[in-house]
């Protein structure tokens, strides 16, 4: 059998013999491959988990519909929040209140102002800030709300004793309207040794009014106080705004005149968790004379009182007990006589007297 013979007797040409032996070397285009270890590692992994097969390209699995529960949410916190709004409204608007920073202070007061001051957002006062709400909460604290002029000559005095007496004057509103011990009840001695004791109508109201307190004589015509088994101060701070002035008197005297308004944040004795604070209002106009000593019978350093009056709100009516009894809860509620009165409103004079026997104002703020 020659070369290129096959064993049936046929023949090749030279041409396949060729391209048979490049085949046979190279191997053949479409002959299978052997697959590589890490291949059939991978295949056996996959058989011993049969659960984990590949998902077909035409397979769809349809997500779970959402439940729309966003508006119930919604609702629900929206009928919450009214129910809040009728039970105690001025807690939640609180809640959206903007403190913001503290109210900047006023400039002292030199004259009588023009009109009211105006109106602030209604907000809750609190013990950390028991004047959030109310114009007082950019007025100054104590004596430095008392504005005291510059002192001159006056009658009999010169300007260094007018300048004493104005500081006295001062001393006295201090000592009965801002004394601690004072505003808890206690006597107001500092301020009693500034009063003429030779002044016989005022002495009269000194030696009664105390013991037994009546619309003549009441203690509160002149000195603020409160019982304290049932009113307690909040803080120690109290607000006032107010100036004095002075002119030439009678029988050449120095006669001041004092228009100060105090506002007094105070609790109920027994609040326990109560956080109610009511703002006790008073405004007081006092004339007071510095008398020549060789005209009036009077001992140095002390004044007779020429007139007093006073305007408050929020500090009881009813019969005279010696002491402001604010009402707190349903007693405020159902407070409802009495003259409007804005109590912030210095534009307007005074208009309580000693003898005056008018009702209580009812204050439009506080």
């Known amino acids: 059998m020659g070369a290129g013979t096959e064993p049936d007797g046929s023949s090749r040409s030279d041409e396949e013999w060729e391209r048979f032996l490049r085949e046979s070397v190279a191997g053949a285009a479409d002959a299978p491959k052997e697959p590589s270890a890490r291949a059939r590692d991978v295949a056996k992994r996959l058989r011993t988990e049969p659960d984990r097969g590949l998902e077909g390209w035409r397979s769809y699995t349809p997500a779970r519909p959402k439940r729309r529960t966003g508006w119930y949410v919604v609702g629900l916190l929206a009928s919450l929040v009214l129910l809040a709004v009728a039970l105690a409204p001025g807690q939640v608007v609180d809640l959206f209140a903007d403190d913001g920073p503290d109210s900047a202070p006023l400039a002292a007061e030199t004259a009588r102002p023009a009109?009211?001051?105006?109106?602030?957002?209604?907000?809750?006062?609190?013990?950390?800030?028991?004047?959030?709400?109310?114009?007082?909460?950019?007025?100054a604290s104590g004596?430095?709300?008392?504005?005291?002029?510059?002192?001159?000559?006056?009658?009999?005095?010169?300007?260094?004793?007018v300048e004493r007496a104005l500081a006295r004057s001062r001393d006295f509103l201090v000592a009965s309207g801002l004394d601690r011990g004072v505003l808890r009840g206690e006597r107001p001695e500092k301020a009693i040794a500034l009063i003429n004791p030779h002044q016989k109508d005022v002495q009269e109201l000194l030696k009664t009014a105390f013991r037994i307190p009546s619309e003549k004589n009441d203690p509160l015509l002149l000195f603020s106080r409160f019982q304290p088994s049932r009113t307690h101060l909040v803080g120690d701070v109290v607000k006032t705004r107010g100036r004095l002035t002075y002119r030439e008197g009678e029988r050449g005297a120095l006669q001041v005149t004092a228009d100060v308004t105090f506002v007094y944040p105070v609790t109920r004795a027994d609040a326990g968790g109560d956080d109610e604070i009511v703002r006790t209002i008073v405004r007081r106009e006092l004339v007071l004379s510095w008398d020549d000593p060789d005209k009036v019978i009077t001992e140095p350093g002390t004044f007779s009182i020429v007139s007093y009056k006073y305007d408050m709100t929020n500090g009881g009516c009813g019969a005279p007990t010696g002491y402001f009894t604010p009402p707190f809860g349903t007693d405020r509620r159902a407070e409802k006589t009495g003259t409007e009165v804005d109590p912030y409103d210095r534009s307007a004079p005074?208009?309580?007297g000693e003898s005056s026997g008018d009702e209580c104002g009812r204050a439009t703020r506080s």
């Open 143 to 161: 004596a430095a709300g008392i504005t005291v002029p510059k002192a001159g000559a006056v009658g009999w005095m010169s300007a260094a004793e």
């Open 350 to 352: 005074v208009g309580r």
């Open 115 to 139: 009109q009211a001051p105006p109106a602030e957002a209604a907000q809750r006062p609190t013990k950390d800030k028991p004047f959030r709400g109310s114009p007082a909460a950019s007025w």
